[in-house]
């Protein structure tokens, strides 16, 4: 079954970690990518990878956020360090069947999983 589906998104305080998975199940031969959405915002890319580990970030996150993907297993993830409450949003995989995607291209994107929430606090 094709599909998206996120998870692994919790409460932390800030200056914690946590590491998002997304079981794209269907989609290991797509570009795929990170997005989140905070509350009175626009949807943002977050970072996104190739097929071939191609990555892009977001200047907000990069340096803290790692976005990987397992092809054998069907699993992105997105691992985030030194969270921020500015980080607080929620998280959507997507992916892109143009090989060479970028976050920074929201419309590059077709499929999108429901999302999970991350939360912030001081």
């Known amino acids: 079954q094709v599909q998206l589906v996120e998870s692994g998104g919790e409460s932390v305080q800030a200056g914690g970690s946590l590491r998002l998975s997304c079981a794209m199940s269907?989609?290991?031969?797509?570009?795929m990518g990170w997005f989140r959405q905070a509350p009175g915002k626009e949807r943002e890319g977050v970072a996104s990878?190739?097929?071939?580990?191609?990555?892009v970030y977001t200047d907000s996150v990069k340096d803290r956020f790692t976005i990987s993907r397992d092809n054998a297993e069907e699993i992105l993830y997105l691992e985030m360090n030194d969270l921020k409450p500015e980080d607080t949003a929620m998280y959507y995989c997507?992916?892109?069947?143009?090989?060479?995607?970028?976050?920074?291209?929201?419309?590059?994107?077709?499929?999108w999983g429901q999302g999970t929430q991350v939360t912030v606090s001081t």
């Open positions: 269907g989609y290991d031969r797509w570009c």
């Open positions: 990878i190739t097929i071939h580990g191609t990555t």
């Open positions: 997507a992916a892109s069947s143009i090989l060479t995607c970028s976050a920074r291209f929201m419309r590059q994107f077709s499929k």
